[in-house]
């Protein structure tokens, strides 16, 4: 298998669904006993619950001026995002360390399956930004062959 064929094989098991913009509570660190850091992140409809939550709390504060929901748009994260509240997976694009420690991770025991659409994903994410003579690909090829092999392997029917 080479690099352009691993790509392929990575980008049709991996989930490609779309993923909600990170948002954050902008100003909440002006508001004493907020309960939110401004570096938490959020889906939309969370972050506005979160707003509506703090103003609700602090209805006579002058601070609550510059609260507001921002955000919106894809971010460099050192990892993968998701939101504080419900927990569901941000887009965002991962930084170069973030990009390594996602792919130390899933060459070491965090390998996907076959069928793993959502480690083949986090795999996609991992190799956005490495290029076609990075030292890991053998690796990456490695990861991938064995997934294939792995139902022979346990004797499954798939």
């Excluded at 990170?22 to 969370?46: I, R």
Aim: proline residues 4%.
């Amino acid at each position: 298998m080479n690099i352009a064929d691993a790509r392929v094989f990575i980008w049709n098991h991996a989930d490609q669904s779309q993923r909600p913009a990170e948002h954050w509570v902008h100003g909440s660190g002006d508001v004493k006993g907020s309960g939110c850091d401004e570096g938490e992140s959020y889906c939309y409809e969370c972050c506005v619950k979160k707003v509506a939550q703090i103003i609700d709390a602090h209805p006579e504060a002058s601070e609550l001026a510059g609260i507001c929901v921002d955000g919106g748009c894809d971010n460099e994260s050192d990892h993968p995002a998701y939101c504080s509240s419900c927990g569901v997976q941000l887009s965002c694009t991962l930084t170069d360390e973030g990009s390594d420690s996602e792919l130390e991770a899933l060459l070491g025991d965090a390998k996907p399956s076959l069928e793993d659409q959502y480690g083949w994903r986090a795999m996609q994410d991992a190799i956005e930004m490495i290029t076609d003579d990075d030292l890991r690909w053998p690796a990456i090829i490695a990861v991938i062959e064995l997934a294939q092999r792995l139902p022979v392997l346990f004797g499954s029917d798939q």
